[in-house]
């Protein structure tokens, strides 16, 4: 089967797009990796998203995919290893299977940097985390220590300080960039303690990670930490991309105005693409262009 569009990832921008295809009658499929939904899935709460005064990420995204399908659009859950563009035809490898389309849109969004310290692969998911929502319960009354200043660390926080004993911020400028509301609100907490100009240097401990080595202005401190959380920026998912020439030097696609790359046929969305603000309403607003403009392509085949 030759499809219209292939969509690569179930996130915010790879859902609008989705739904959009659909409705413009394309022959779209989607292809995901893991849970629809990408980062917005680990994230407490949302205030700021137009038409949802309060909701949870879970719900959101859950909302987002469950109209993705019941307007039947083709979804499936492997991970594409590959890509080929061939003139009008582009080739889209997962799981061994080759599948052929007129256009390829990249959602794949970007993960969560790590700081590539010692000790924090031993802990990975064993005491270090990246995600508050769904490890957060397990430090109940406990001591945790978060690493960032943006608004992740700053949202995050503000969803641990009502289910640890104690929070340790670790920011490596003098200030929190988060938004000023946020910071607001989270300087009003009492459990919390903020160290600034301050960076990672390992991570500790013998049965479990126990304690957050950190190197400050005036000098070297030992947290006591039964959890950490890191919210240190993000990496763009483009490891198989590297063959099509169209990220920058960070790994970020680099896109026109219209979501195109510089490969005739190809498309990129959302938090992959090289940008300057990542919020689920710019995703989601560059799924709506990206399938608009891929519309106008495909009538000039």
Known sequence: MLYDVIIIGAGPAGITAGIYAKRANLNVLVFEKGAPGGQILSTAEIENYPGFKKTTGFELASSMFEHLLELGVEVVYEEVTDIMSEENIKKVVANQITYETKAVLFATGAIPRRLGVAGEDLY???????????????????????????????????????????????????????????VELLKKVKNIRFIYEAKVKEFLGQNGLTHVVVQTKDGEEVIKADGVFEYV??????????????????????????????????????????????????AVSDGAIAIQNITKYLESL
């Open 124 to 182: 990975a998911s064993n005491g270090i985390s990246w995600c508050a929502i769904c490890d957060g319960p397990l430090y109940k009354d406990k001591e945790v220590v978060v690493i960032g200043g943006g608004n992740s660390a700053v949202e995050e926080s503000l969803f641990l300080s009502n289910i640890v004993k104690h929070i340790t911020l670790v920011q490596n400028l003098d200030h929190l960039t988060a938004d000023p509301k946020a």
């Open 233 to 282: 920026g993000l990496e763009p998912v483009t490891s198989f991309v590297k063959n099509l020439n169209i990220t920058n030097q960070q790994g970020y696609i680099v896109v026109k105005e219209d979501m195109s790359t510089n490969v005739k046929g190809i498309f990129s969305a959302g938090d992959v693409n090289q940008k300057h603000i990542r919020q689920i309403v710019t």
